[in-house]
């Protein structure tokens, strides 16, 4: 590709270049491609799918006993379902998944004092999809078994006071969607707002404030890559203008794949409560899972914070679009939208009066419900109900899971496949308790820098476009990595998935990289 071409797809989306970069890698058959692009992981977790697929022969069965129509069922009979569940685990306990499912029933039962008829018979009715959702927002035992999950996971058991709403989605990315439209519908954020983003940040979170839909003004809050990827206290004090109206940030990191710290958190946590009790927090926590004692920063800005969750990476889940939405019942928001000039809130109580018998009193956790249907057709608002028992299945599955054995396999596979990837590199890499290894950010012209000195790297910078590095890797080596620029990590820098390939083609990888700055060494040295 040239050079002109190449400041063409500058413009792009790395994720659409990255189409573009595959096409170049495929055009040499003779070599296999790697994409270590996008992070979809190669595994899943099999122990709560068995699970759901023997949950479903029984829902079946459920089914068939009220009716005697051939290839017909009906719902599910509340009174005695637990009984009959004992019963039919009883009678397959030679099956995948009996096991998981008796210690999942045993939990809810005995831990979280479920009733076990309401338990299952939610479930059984929710897994043949045989009813719209109700509640919309979540089925109420899915909503609190979630709810028990994000207090372990997001909060390590020791959640900030009170409960979360939770409003479950089809996805974490139509969470962002859901939150953004109707933080825009209710005024809380208007064309024109400044709006602040932890960067380097997935590049959607970059693209969104410059729709014309929101028009936001960009503020970055800047990691420093010297300090381990944390926010330096100058970044967090930018927080403290009134005109920033809210901050949105992934937690732990993506690109750069890294938890905020203890220290960092408290720090926003106090000039929140001292200085910004208004400012509106978006935190998308996907890749919390892979930090040993990850905390959400829902942890210290509760009431100002919205939480974002999915399913996807951790249980190996992209197409099952499992997301959830989290705001503490005691908010700012709901506040906020009350303190709204009586022009606004006349137009919202318009807005919601269709859906609402006192929409004034509509928290905003419910407006977005009705949002995600465009209000009008708020009737049939709400994730599918097998995708909700699929998630409380995966819930279950940590809740039970006592010695964290799940964990320790997951993170195993990306941490393994981070030394690999850097042995072959020749580059030591810093081991750090915060730090995902679900990505690495390689930052090349430092790279070029530490191996062949500074007036090389400055050579690389000024003769080269900031997306030459990935397009020769794709076109020499038909390897496909991000642009980490187009996630406002430092230019020419690459983002790689340890998720989505096999183990041992993280050592072609490496010396992949190597050999290509080599290279471009190479041919700076027959130019001086």
């Given at each position: 590709m040239k050079r002109q071409e190449e400041k063409r797809y500058e413009k792009l989306s790395p994720f659409e270049l990255?189409?573009?970069?595959?096409?170049?890698?495929?055009?040499?058959?003779?070599?296999?491609?790697?994409?270590?692009?996008?992070?979809?992981?190669?595994?899943?977790?099999?122990?709560?799918?068995e699970g759901f697929f023997l949950f479903g022969r029984f829902?079946?069965?459920?089914?068939?006993?009220?009716?005697?129509?051939?290839?017909?069922?009906?719902?599910?009979?509340?009174?005695?379902?637990?009984?009959?569940?004992?019963?039919?685990?009883?009678?397959?306990?030679?099956?995948?998944?009996?096991?998981?499912?008796q210690k999942a029933f045993?939990?809810?039962?005995?831990?979280?004092?479920?009733d076990p008829d309401d338990f299952i018979c939610e479930l059984t009715d929710a897994v043949l999809g045989n009813n719209y959702p109700v509640p919309?927002?979540?089925?109420?035992?899915?909503?609190?078994?979630?709810?028990?999950?994000?207090?372990?996971?997001?909060?390590?058991?020791?959640?900030?006071?009170?409960?979360?709403?939770?409003?479950?989605?089809?996805?974490?990315?139509?969470?962002?969607?859901?939150?953004?439209?109707?933080?825009?519908?209710?005024?809380?954020?208007?064309?024109?707002?400044?709006?602040?983003?932890g960067t380097p940040i997935f590049t959607p979170y970059i693209e969104i404030p410059k729709l014309n839909d929101y028009r936001f003004i960009e503020l970055e809050i800047k990691q420093d890559e010297n300090a381990g990827w944390q926010y330096p206290d100058s970044e967090i004090e930018k927080l403290a203008d009134p005109k920033v109206k809210a901050f949105c940030l992934v937690n732990p990191s993506n690109p750069t794949s890294v938890s905020m710290q203890p220290a960092t958190l408290g720090k926003i946590g106090s000039l929140v409560h001292k200085k910004r009790q208004?400012?509106?927090?978006?935190?998308?926590?996907?890749?919390?899972?892979?930090?040993?004692?990850?905390?959400?920063?829902?942890?210290?800005?509760?009431?100002?914070?919205?939480?974002?969750?999915?399913?996807?990476?951790?249980?190996?889940a992209t197409g099952w679009r499992l997301g959830v939405i989290g705001i503490h019942q005691n908010n700012a928001f709901d506040r906020m939208?009350?303190?709204?000039?009586?022009?606004?809130?006349?137009?919202?109580?318009?807005?919601?009066s269709t859906v609402a018998l006192n929409p004034d009193k509509m928290k905003l956790i419910d407006r977005m419900v009705a949002d995600s249907r465009s209000v009008a057709l708020h009737h049939t608002a709400g994730l599918s109900t097998p995708q909700q028992v699929q998630m409380v299945l995966f819930s279950l599955f940590c809740l039970t899971d006592r010695e964290n054995k799940y964990k320790?396999?997951?993170?195993?596979?990306?941490?393994h496949r981070i030394k690999t990837l850097y042995d072959a590199l020749g580059s030591g890499y810093a081991q750090s308790p915060y730090d995902t290894h679900y990505y690495t950010t390689i930052d090349i012209p430092k790279l070029a820098q530490e191996r062949y000195g500074e007036k090389f790297a400055s050579y690389l910078v000024k003769n080269f476009e900031p997306i030459?590095?990935?397009?020769?890797?794709?076109?020499?080596?038909?390897?496909?990595?991000?642009?980490?620029g187009g996630f406002d990590a430092p230019n020419m820098s690459v983002r790689v998935s340890l998720a989505n390939l096999p183990n041992s083609t993280y050592d072609a990888i490496g010396k992949g990289i190597s050999d290509l700055l080599e290279e471009y060494h190479n041919g700076w040295k027959s130019r001086v």
């Open positions: 990255k189409d573009k970069l595959i096409k170049l890698s495929k055009a040499h058959h003779e070599r296999l491609m790697l994409n270590a692009g996008r992070g979809n992981p190669n595994w899943v977790a099999v122990t709560p799918r829902a079946l069965q459920e089914s068939l006993r009220v009716t005697d129509l051939p290839a017909i069922g009906g719902f599910c009979e509340r009174q005695g379902s637990g009984e009959r569940f004992k019963s039919f685990l009883k009678n397959n306990k030679e099956a995948e998944g009996t096991v998981f499912l045993d939990y809810v039962k005995d831990e979280m004092n479920i919309d927002r979540m089925l109420i035992n899915c909503e609190n078994i979630v709810h028990r999950y994000l207090d372990k996971e997001m909060c390590q058991s020791s959640p900030p006071p009170g409960r979360f709403d939770l409003f479950a989605t089809e996805g974490g990315t139509a969470a962002m969607d859901y939150i953004f439209t109707s933080l825009m519908e209710n005024k809380l954020l208007h064309k024109g707002d400044k709006v602040a983003l208004d400012l509106i927090i978006i935190t998308d926590d996907v890749y919390g899972t892979f930090v040993n004692g990850f905390k959400s920063i829902v942890t210290v800005a509760p009431q100002n914070t919205i939480l974002v969750y999915s399913f996807s990476k951790y249980f190996g939208i009350a303190a709204l000039p009586l022009k606004d809130r006349k137009q919202l109580h318009e807005r919601y320790q396999a997951a993170q195993y596979i990306v941490r030459d590095f990935v397009v020769k890797l794709a076109e020499k080596k038909s390897i496909v990595l991000m642009d980490g």
